[in-house]
Nanobody, 126 residues
């Protein structure tokens, strides 16, 4: 599967953005999906994940209450709605796909994702 993330940009603190990740190739609905982010000088960190069927969303503590992950399998697209953005949310955001067919719940471990998009920059100004 090929993944392309877009929708990033520059936003003021308190603002909102919706990221999208378009998938092509094999059946999108067969992948668990997630968003990760990486800020300059920091390791890539988990943001949110969702199961193949769109159930069982899971969020990092830093994202809970401000972020919603969703997917539209008919459109082969993953979304990340981010509200109440903070300067510390500034990072490159990556979407990722997990092809493991027996994993029912999404994983937070980056190494368990097989495919990655190219990333989209989110910059939150104070």
């Amino acid at each position: 599967v090929q993944l392309q993330a877009f929708g990033g940009g520059l936003v003021q603190a308190g603002g909102s953005l919706r990221l999208s990740c378009a998938a092509s190739g094999r059946t999108f609905s067969s992948y668990g999906m997630a968003w990760f982010r990486q800020a300059p000088g920091k390791e890539r960190e988990f943001v949110a994940a969702i199961s193949r069927g769109g159930r069982s969303p899971y969020y990092a503590d830093s994202a809970k209450g401000r972020v919603t992950i969703s997917r539209d399998n008919a459109k082969n697209t993953l979304y990340l709605q981010m509200n109440s953005l903070k300067p510390e949310d500034t990072a490159v955001y990556y979407c990722a796909a997990d092809s493991n067919p027996i994993r029912e719940r999404p994983t937070v471990r980056a190494h368990e994702y097989d495919y990655w998009g190219q990333g989209t920059q989110v910059t939150v100004s104070s």
